[in-house]
């Protein structure tokens, strides 16, 4: 007897879940990773022309046995070759106790959000109690849901906005200007945007680095989103050398992050990572010690953000009535 799947597209998505939900399933996936209810095993890349194709899949238990599979292309030219998003495909969310299917869900909005999730429940364990003020290098869609996230958790009195396009960060600093509430000002100059920041997110495309050791104030806490392949990069060996290192994954961090690069450049060693932030969660790792650290948190997103994000869409997803319903 076929089971019924439940199809959701991104708008579906949207209006089930807002980003304090995301943050609710993204730290109870990160908790569970260290409780032993949530295994992910090493992602798989599957290089493309003009881009690249990532698998991750993960297994999570909340009110029964999930595992998902999500299927993502990455392909960084595709805003201006083909008018597509960099970043699209799609998650498979399975039974775990009996491997039925039990939806197929749009990956675009899972992935912005769970990432955007991951930074500011990062933020909100490691960034000085007193931040106020907040740098998002690359003003595209991951950018805008950062910015949104980590208003979640922190109170800003004001932004800025740097992006390699200057007008793309006047039309994002006008944009979170208004739907935020806290007055973003478009950076012309990176170094004097980023060493009055508390708080630095940099989601970019980069494959070189661009963030120094001297463009960064002590204290300061920086979320590194954008190094998500071992072919980009974002922040100098020598700025990681001089912080506490903290990622999502240490496995993964050391093969696609911008530890990668650290270590491939003899700047750090694996040993010199503090943690993985479910060890700050469940507090088996002490987090930020005194006002002068600067904490890095390479984030290169592991499947248990999907898999618990998933689940509980597909549990709101039930409770409503959205999505279309059908069978395999």
């Known amino acids: 007897m076929n089971r019924e799947v439940i199809l959701l597209s ?15 399933a993204v730290e109870a996936g990160f908790r569970a ?6 295994f992910s095993p090493v992602p798989m890349h599957v290089p493309a022309s003009g881009g690249a194709f990532h698998t991750k899949g993960a297994s999570f238990a909340s009110d029964r046995r999930y595992v998902a599979v999500k299927l993502n292309g990455n392909f960084a030219d595709n805003p ?3 008018g597509l998003p960099t970043i699209q495909g799609a998650i498979l969310l399975g039974d775990g106790a009996n491997g039925s299917v039990l939806a197929i869900m749009d990956s675009i909005e899972v992935t912005l959000m769970r990432t955007a999730a991951a930074s500011a429940i990062a933020a909100k364990h490691l960034a000085r109690p007193k931040t106020t003020t907040l740098c998002i290098c690359g003003c595209g ?36 200007t208004t739907s935020l ?11 004097k945007a980023t060493r009055a920041s508390d708080l630095i997110v940099t989601c970019t495309t980069s494959q070189a680095p661009f963030l120094t050791e001297h463009d ?12 998500d392949n071992p072919e980009k990069s ?33 700047a750090v060693s694996a040993t010199d990572v503090h943690a993985d932030l479910g060890d700050i969660i469940v507090g088996a790792r002490p987090g930020r010690t005194h006002d002068d650290e600067i904490i890095i948190f ?24 959205v999505g279309l319903r059908f069978a395999l």
Request: charged letters at 20%; proline letters at 4%; hydrophobic letters at 50%.
């Open 234 to 266: 974002e922040l100098t060996p020598a700025l990681l050398a001089q912080a506490k290192i903290v990622v999502d994954v240490l496995e993964q961090c050391a093969a696609m992050g911008d530890l990668h690069h650290a270590l491939e450049a003899g």
């Open 216 to 227: 960064v104030a002590p204290g300061t806490f920086i979320a590194a989103v954008g190094a």
């Open 141 to 176: 869609e991951q950018g805008r849901v950062q910015a949104a996230a980590l208003a979640e958790v922190i109170t800003f009195q004001r932004a800025f906005a740097w992006d390699i396009d200057p007008q793309r960060a006047l039309a994002f600093a006008a944009r979170m």
């Open 181 to 191: 509430g806290v007055p973003f000002e478009a950076a012309t100059t990176l170094r």
């Open 298 to 321: 390479d984030s290169t997103g592991t499947a248990i953000q999907d898999v618990a994000s998933a689940a509980l869409i597909y549990q709101r997803a039930l409770e409503t009535g």
């Open 33 to 38: 990773s260290k409780q032993g209810s949530a």
């Open 80 to 82: 201006k070759r083909h």
């Open 10 to 24: 991104r708008e579906n998505i949207a209006a089930l879940m807002t980003p304090a939900d995301y943050l609710d």
